[in-house]
């Protein structure tokens, strides 16, 4: 089976994007016999934040799940060089699978760099190494996972205003909450964004801004993300450039950020789509 990042990188996510720094001495956190009442006390913050009913029932039911503390907690420090890490990321598979899906989706990644500026080589990098474009998306319930973290006292006001945008996505009828399923820590949809990264940045490509099924949705939205960090259109992406800046912000980890970029050069000198900076 083909590795995807959350299978192989799970370490890495602390030196990413996603989570913040956690204080040297942090508090003893609750157990979980208390949960119901802090979720009454949540539903009160939500609706404050205007989350109307329909986000609110997504609450329904809902426990702390033992298996998420137990991957947030078990976090290590991830060891392996760009060399060690691209060279299983970036495997003969994804590279094949990366240029076939470039070629099937060419109208739309046209579309895209019309609009955005962003060469299809990189938008599917960052979707390979995510998910497998789509085949790896998660299957813990977002709901469950984010209010989990946002009961948990390490990094709660981050976690509960992504659980608050999150019942947002529901609300507004972008996903329901069965459909939404996907990594431990929160990150939905072939891309893997984060709830708050979905409100911002989600665009409806035809397919009502669904990041879990619709692949143009997926694309567009990936774009509209590096164009929001200021993306140039047109220039490279090597480390050192202001693209690679860019790439970063997508994932700090610095062995993440060039193995994207590494991806989109092997996939732009195969395809034609981009330039290829190495």
């Not at 990413?16 to 956690?22: E, H």
């Not at 080589?121 to 998306?137: K, Q, R």
Request: hydrophobic share 40%; charged share 20%.
């Amino acid at each position: 089976m083909t590795e995807t990042r959350s299978q192989i990188f799970a370490a890495a996510v602390a030196l990413g994007c996603l989570l913040m720094a956690i204080p040297a001495s942090a508090a003893p956190c609750p157990g979980f016999g208390s949960f119901d009442n802090w979720l009454s006390a949540f539903r009160q913050e939500a609706a404050s934040a205007g989350v109307g009913p329909r986000g609110l029932a997504a609450l329904n039911g809902i426990s702390p799940d033992p298996a998420v503390v137990s991957r947030d907690r078990g976090q290590g420090v991830f060891h392996q060089t760009f060399e060690q890490f691209s060279s299983r990321m970036v495997n003969s598979y994804r590279l094949s699978r990366g240029a076939s899906l470039i070629r099937q989706y060419g109208d739309t990644f046209n579309r895209i760099e019309r609009q955005f500026g962003v060469p299809a080589s990189v938008i599917v990098a960052i979707w390979g190494l995510e998910t497998d474009f789509g085949a790896g998306n998660g299957n813990f319930p977002t709901i469950r996972s984010l209010a989990t973290l946002a009961y948990d006292c390490r990094r709660a006001e981050m976690f509960r205003a992504e659980l608050i945008d999150a019942l947002k996505l529901v609300d507004r009828g972008d996903l329901t909450p069965g459909e939404m399923r996907g990594a431990w820590a929160g990150e939905i949809g072939q891309t893997q964004f984060m709830p708050s990264s979905y409100i911002k940045f989600a665009v409806d490509y035809g397919g009502g801004r669904n990041l879990i099924r619709s692949v143009p949705d997926v694309l567009a939205s990936t774009a509209n993300y590096l164009k929001s960090y200021g993306w140039q259109r047109g220039e490279p992406w090597g480390p050192g450039t202001g693209n690679f800046a860019v790439i970063k912000q997508w994932n700090k980890a610095d062995v993440y950020a060039r193995t994207i970029a590494y991806f989109a050069d092997r996939l732009a000198a195969m395809t034609g789509q981009g330039r290829a900076e190495n």
